[in-house]
């Protein structure tokens, strides 16, 4: 049983960075892509970031190209989420998710509980 675990959420003001993290237990690590995903208050998740098992490719929502930045620790078990220029559009709840095999925008397999970022303007 796969399991992801998010930290790193929490108040920044507008312009600040965040660091979010993510941890996956239960299988083998570099057998998934990892996203990040978030939902904000009344509209629908929606594909933030990706990275492939090695690291070696990402994908970006156009809405945080260039100010947010994935990246993977194998040894750690852990993926990361860089967030810089915060805008108060990026406030939402944040989700960590593991697919298996290639990376895509879509088609996760796994889920955490999720973590609220909330930037103040």
């Known amino acids: 049983q796969v399991q992801l675990v998010e930290s790193g959420g929490g108040l920044v003001q507008a312009g600040g960075s965040l660091r979010l993290s993510c941890v996956l237990s239960g299988r083998i690590f570099t057998m998934y892509a990892m996203g990040w995903f978030r939902q904000a208050p009344g509209k629908e998740r929606m594909f933030v970031a990706g990275i492939d098992w090695s690291g070696s490719s990402t994908l970006y929502a156009d809405s945080v190209k260039g100010r947010f930045t994935i990246s993977r620790d194998n040894a750690k078990n852990t993926v990361y989420l860089l967030m810089d220029s915060l805008k108060s559009g990026d406030t939402a709840v944040y989700y960590c998710?593991?697919?298996?095999?290639?990376?895509?925008?879509?088609?996760?397999?796994?889920w955490g509980q999720g973590t609220q970022v909330t930037v103040s303007s």
């Open positions: 998710a593991a697919r298996r095999a290639r990376l895509e925008v879509d088609g996760y397999d796994y």
